[in-house]
């Protein structure tokens, strides 16, 4: 089975940039590769509902952000590698959360931005961002 591992959290002050990083091994119960599939991020934040904050598609041609973090975010993808990566910059306290790493299902052709699009996830990544 496939695995999401989640890294690159951690405590930072507000405006500072943290990069998170998901690896991925093994296939999925299907026999798909990483690349097969669309793949983003969420976070929840404590007492709130999950938030997905940046999608990619398969190929890593389109990708969705949340307002939130539009501007501040970069996801992007290496299907060679299998790993997944997100850029957040300018951080805020609102950005504090566990990040989870998510792989989309498969027969989407576009990138997810629900979390309804998602099928599977990692453990997450704490992210802190102090005042």
């Known amino acids: 089975q496939m695995q999401l591992v989640e890294s690159g959290g951690g405590l930072v002050q507000a405006g500072g940039s943290l990069r998170l990083s998901c690896a991925a091994s093994?296939?999925?119960?299907?026999?798909?590769?990483?690349?097969?599939?669309?793949m983003g991020w969420f976070r929840q934040a404590p007492g709130k509902e999950r938030e997905v904050v940046a999608g990619?598609?398969?190929?890593?041609?389109?990708?969705y952000y949340a307002d939130s973090v539009k501007r501040r975010f970069d996801l992007s993808r290496d299907n060679v590698k299998n790993t997944l990566s997100l850029q957040m910059n300018n951080l805020k306290p609102d950005d504090t959360a566990v990040y989870y790493c998510?792989?989309?299902?498969?027969?989407?052709?576009?990138?997810?931005?629900?979390?309804?699009?998602?099928?599977?996830w990692g453990q997450g990544t704490q992210v802190t961002v102090s005042s």
């Open positions: 093994g296939r999925t119960a299907s026999g798909r590769a990483l690349s097969e599939h669309p």
């Open positions: 998510a792989r989309g299902i498969q027969s989407n052709r576009g990138r997810p931005s629900h979390i309804n699009d998602f099928e599977s």
């Open positions: 990619i598609d398969r190929l890593g041609e389109t990708t």
